[in-house]
């Protein structure tokens, strides 16, 4: 099983601006779609973004869309989120996963550690 590993997780103020990465290894990260999760306090997983194998092909949850931006570089193997205007309800630990079904069917049940963002006011 390819792992997947977040990092860039930070506190951050709101209105503020952050980028998370998501590395794994060749070849399955690049012949798979790839999404970005959250899980907030109190709240279940959800998926925020979803990037086909070419970048023209991506799905933005609605309470990102405008701010979040998700690319991914093939020649690193990594997937980012990058994160603008950040309100407070984008706190939470977030996660990567492959796609098995568009746009927020993940390949896989085992989760890794996610990386946490913290907005504060």
């Known amino acids: 099983q390819v792992q997947l590993v977040e990092s860039g997780g930070a506190l951050v103020q709101t209105g503020g601006s952050l980028s998370l990465s998501c590395a794994g290894s060749a070849p399955a990260f690049n012949l798979n779609v790839l999404g970005w999760f959250r899980q907030s306090p109190g709240k279940g997983r959800e998926i925020v973004a979803t990037?086909?194998?070419?970048?023209?092909?991506?799905y933005y949850a609605d309470s990102v869309k405008g701010r979040f931006f998700i690319t991914r570089v093939s020649a690193k193997n990594t997937m980012y989120l990058h994160m603008n205007d950040l309100k407070s309800e984008d706190t939470g630990v977030y996660f990567c996963?492959?796609?098995?079904?568009?746009?927020?069917?993940?390949?896989?049940?085992?989760w890794g550690q996610g990386t946490e963002v913290t907005v504060s006011p």
């Open positions: 996963n492959f796609i098995s079904r568009w746009p927020d069917t993940p390949m896989s049940q085992t």
């Open positions: 990037i086909g194998l070419g970048e023209a092909s991506t």
